[in-house]
């Protein structure tokens, strides 16, 4: 669904202006029948907030994303969604509204009845919007028709997306490959023929768009295709299979007005970089100011508890593939005989494990000198968790893309930790899980998703999974 997702398509852009500006007038409206029925206020004395609500709701709102997916699961992530973006907004005005202490000059009682109907007009809004969207892409004069020339196995998750989201009125009609038992995702296209067959199809059928995948299909077969589609008034797309370049996923890109295909990039450069530096260190400085005593407290218990240095430190790779010091207290015994040069992690019952350790590593209190690594800069507090050297060694030569994690700074908590995979990578298995989720998160990094994965590694802390 990348083709409707495209920030450089106009229409799309436009499109998501009218959904932003549609929330933002529904959450000025929804104050405004606040302030007017209690009778004690006036809605002039919440201008403030309502022009706070209508930035705040134009931002959080204006993505056209949530009217893609058109299944009976829309009633349950929709919803959701338009719940937790709304308090979002509405919890950041009454932050702002805090900090600035004027909070004394708006009625409480209009603050939480705008809190509890505000969803509830937003839910009707998305209902609205949606029914027209639908309206709108799928009418005959909007729908298009769409045939696939190589049936990739992109193509053909294109084509699922296609049905399974009318709001992005294309109709697939059919597809053209020379093989004949193409394996097809979802609905089942009909076979309109070969290769060869598609310039006369195409000359006596014309369909709207042309996608044709760039897999399976040698030069001489599509060229023709091409020339013929160049005198029609079909436009045509080319579909690069992902899996073509050894990685699961490209994407499309500009540089200097030249169009490129990207397999991985960092998404810290320029603005995001600073932004999420800049992240890094407030948050990272308020929890040490915070947590100071507890780890005074936690570095005593250490040093009483077993022979050795409160800090324990390894050498692990960091941005750029660079060995960093990675700091934390120290949970095992220092005074057990050297083993072979091999790295182990810890396991169910680690004999090198004391017990101190042991609570730590269950609560990772064992990992808050960590935030010092993030003040110096060589963490983050959400990326990628940072192997041992030894590790990265052995699984970048097993694990295709291994070392693409290491584009972003190691991180105290990250993608991987929060969905389950937490702890010791016993099997190859479950490190290629903690790659994909590591991979998962330098494509769709934000602020926001890092606050998400910070409150839920607190939830994932409490439960002590997979922590030995």
Not at 162 to 188: E, H, M, T, W, Y
Request: hydrophobic share 45%.
């Amino acid at each position: 669904m990348g083709f409707y997702r495209d920030t450089n398509n106009h229409h799309i852009a436009l499109f998501g202006f009218i959904v932003g500006a549609v929330y933002a007038a529904v959450i000025v409206l929804s104050l405004m029948l606040c302030a007017t029925f209690y009778e004690p206020a006036q809605f002039t004395t919440f201008r403030y907030i309502g022009l706070l609500g209508m930035i705040g709701g134009f931002l959080v709102f204006s993505d056209t994303r949530r009217f893609e997916i058109n299944n009976d699961a829309w009633a349950i992530h929709g919803i959701g969604s338009i719940f937790k973006s709304w308090l979002t907004v509405y919890f950041s005005i009454v932050l702002l509204v805090y900090l600035s202490k004027t909070g004394e000059n708006y009625s409480r009682i209009v603050m939480l009845a705008w809190l509890i109907v505000t969803p509830v007009a937003l839910v009707l809004a998305s209902i609205l919007t949606r029914y027209w969207a639908l309206r709108l892409y799928n009418s005959k004069e909007q729908r298009r028709s769409a045939v696939f020339v190589g049936f990739s196995e992109d193509s053909q998750q294109l084509a699922s997306s296609f049905k399974s989201a009318r709001i992005l009125g294309i109709k697939p009609v059919g597809f053209f490959d020379n093989r004949q038992g193409v394996q097809r995702i979802g609905d089942a296209l009909p076979r309109l023929g070969a290769l060869s067959d598609a310039s006369e199809w195409l000359r006596k059928n014309p369909v709207d768009v042309v996608f044709i995948g760039l897999v399976h299909v040698r030069a001489a077969d599509i060229l023709p295709i091409i020339d013929s589609l160049h005198d029609s008034v079909a436009s045509f797309y080319f579909v690069p299979e992902s899996k073509l370049f050894g990685l699961g996923h490209i994407k499309y890109e500009e540089f200097a007005g030249a169009p490129v295909l990207c397999a991985y990039e960092t998404p810290f450069i320029g603005l995001a970089r600073i932004f999420k530096r800049l992240f890094d260190v407030v948050l990272a400085a308020l929890i040490l100011i915070l947590l100071s005593p507890l780890m005074f407290l936690i570095a005593i218990g250490v040093k009483l508890s077993s022979p050795g240095a409160v800090i324990f430190k390894q050498k692990r790779y960091g941005v750029g593939g660079q060995e960093i010091v990675v700091s934390k207290f120290r949970t095992m015994r220092s005074d057990l005989p050297p083993e072979t040069g091999e790295v182990k992690q810890a396991t169910v019952d680690d004999v090198r494990v004391t017990p101190l350790g042991r609570i730590l590593r269950k609560t990772s209190l064992d990992e808050l000198p960590q935030f010092l690594n993030v003040l110096e800069g060589s963490m983050s507090i959400v990326g990628p968790r940072p192997h041992a050297v030894q590790h990265n060694e052995l699984y970048r030569r097993q694990v295709k893309g291994y070392m693409l994690r290491h584009k972003v700074k190691p991180g105290i908590t990250g993608w991987a930790q929060i969905n389950g995979l937490r702890g010791e990578t016993d099997t190859l298995e479950k490190m290629q899980k903690r790659i994909e989720c590591d991979l998962y998160y330098m494509r769709h990094w934000s602020l926001s998703l890092d606050l998400k994965i910070i409150l839920r590694t607190v939830l994932v802390v409490f439960k002590g999974q997979n922590a030995y």
